[in-house]
Structure formats: structure tokens, C-alpha cells
């Protein structure tokens, strides 16, 4: 894996033109076709932001479960790219989670003697940060009762389900 030098980011983008150029055909009408679309999308996040209007789309937990969610939304959740869903789960809950995972980080010191733990963390071995590292509390109750939940579960499945693929003409 190739480190990332902010230095050379310009040199990147320019040897990276050159490679697209090399391989497009009417490079100059496709760039200006994508300049165009990329200037409206920037007109109209900047028209919302003016009229305080939300640029990333929110859905409502219920609405997914229920299947409530009109076309136009699904629409803009892909333009968009994101999404946030709200009322995943009971506020209640959320709290009870918060609280059992400051119980955690306390009652194991996560933030002390970081560098005796490192070793703990074989997959995010490869950050080279003084920052605590995430793995123990990736494992905590809490979060694997998140990512094991029911609610979850519907709404990974809906936005799996968002976009359809095909490969040699079958849809999979």
C-alpha cells in the first residue's frame, strides 16, 4: 500500500489528468458535461442551505420498518449518497448503552497505558497514532447488541436493497 503524501497531492491530481485523458474519448466535452452537472448539484445544496433546508436526507426509523419511503427520497438518498435514519432505537436504550460503555472505558482504563494494550489490537495494528485504539470497544456489549439487533437488521437489508446489480445482463 502506497503512503499518502500531502506534499505531492498536486502532482497526483496532474499525473492522474493525464492518465484520464489518455484513456477518454472527447475528454474535454465529457469533462465540461461533468463540470456542468457538478456546478447545478453545488447550486442546489447551496439554494437549501440559504433556506436552512436540510442537504442530507433523514428518515425516520418507523418509515423504513413500515415501508414508507416514497421514490423521491430513495432518489435522493442515492444522489446524496448518505443518509441519517433516526429512532433506530428507544432513546431509553441508547442512554442504558452510553452508560455501559463509559462503564467500560472506566472499569478497564481504556485511556491509560494505551501502549501496553496496543498489542491487543491485531486488525488496527497498521495505525500509527498515540490515540487509543478502537477494537476494544468495537467489541463492547453495547455495540455488538447495535450491530446484532433486529432494527439494524432491517435497516441494512433496506439499504442494501437500494441498489440493484447486474452482471452479463442477470440481476443479482
Not at 40 to 54: A, R, S, T, W, Y
Not at 155 to 168: G, I, Q, R, T
Amino acid at each position: 500500500m502506497q503512503s499518502f503524501d500531502p506534499a505531492q497531492i498536486e502532482q497526483n491530481i496532474i499525473k492522474q489528468k493525464i492518465k484520464l485523458k489518455e484513456q477518454s474519448y472527447n475528454y474535454k466535452i465529457n469533462f465540461e458535461n461533468i463540470e456542468k452537472k457538478i456546478l447545478i448539484d453545488v447550486e442546489e445544496i447551496e439554494k437549501l442551505i440559504i433556506h436552512n433546508k436540510k442537504v442530507i436526507p433523514e428518515i425516520d426509523y418507523r418509515n423504513i420498518k413500515n415501508k414508507l419511503i416514497n421514490n423521491e427520497i430513495i432518489d435522493l438518498v442515492k444522489k446524496r449518497g448518505c443518509v441519517v435514519i433516526r429512532n433506530v432505537f428507544e432513546k431509553e436504550k441508547v442512554i442504558e448503552w452510553n452508560y455501559e460503555i463509559e462503564r467500560y472505558i472506566d472499569e478497564n482504563n481504556y485511556y491509560e497505558d494505551q501502549k501496553e494494550k496496543a498489542g491487543l489490537d491485531k486488525y488496527f495494528s497498521d495505525l500509527q497514532s498515540g490515540k487509543p485504539q478502537i477494537f476494544g470497544l468495537y467489541w463492547s456489549k453495547p455495540q455488538v447488541e447495535v450491530r446484532q439487533s433486529e432494527n439494524m437488521a432491517i435497516v441494512k437489508s433496506w439499504l442494501n436493497n437500494l441498489w440493484k446489480y447486474e452482471f452479463e445482463n442477470k440481476k443479482i
